[in-house]
């Protein structure tokens, strides 16, 4: 079993969670239908940020917080019975070197899918770093605006549909028709002019 390449950005993800057992992998049921209509991946956040600095705008700084990204994801769970969770908090409780820290004030960059606890849903969102406020370097890559820029992109079109031909049991022509409508629209200007 391979790897399928996303169509956007070309990141390869183990084939077995998107078209054998679906939403066992590393993507949720949910991204396997956006993944397999051609919308793109995690990586990418679907067509929308930067594959190369996820958003973060920099190349990778030197600070230790967010290891260089100028993001760090950050949780709380207002329904908490420990008060101090109710409010945003980085780090984990038993980690000697990502300890646990409240923040004042968070600069949101995204809102991420909230989890399940046993203290209730804990929301998520990823954040400016509060350490180094995502400055640095303009990333070269969106040229410092973290969104996803198709027509920088390398054209990853036809290893994806092919990735995704290798790796079907049965040939879902239904499902390939849907991944290149979809893998095709955000692509237009690479794709003009072209016989089809
Ligand atoms: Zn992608
Ligand atoms: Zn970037
Ligand atoms: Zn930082």
Known sequence: ??????PKCGEPYESYGITYARGEGDLTLDEVKKFLEGAGCLSCGFGTICPKCQGGKIEKNNCPTCFGSGYVFAKRCPS???SRSHQWFIGYSNSPTYPLRFLDQVEILREEKPEESLDGIVYVAKVKCPDCHSE??????????GKFHAERQPDYFDQAVGSLLD??????????????RGAQTIQPSTKQGTTR
Do not use: K, Y
Not at 136 to 145: A, F, N, W
Not at 167 to 180: C, E, H, K, Y
């Open 1 to 6: 079993m391979g790897d399928l390449i996303c």
């Open 136 to 145: 640095g370097e303009l990333c070269s890559e969106c040229g410092g605006d």
């Open 167 to 180: 790796n079907s049991d049965a040939a879902p022509i239904g499902v390939l028709t849907r991944f290149m």
């Open 80 to 82: 908490a019975s420990e």
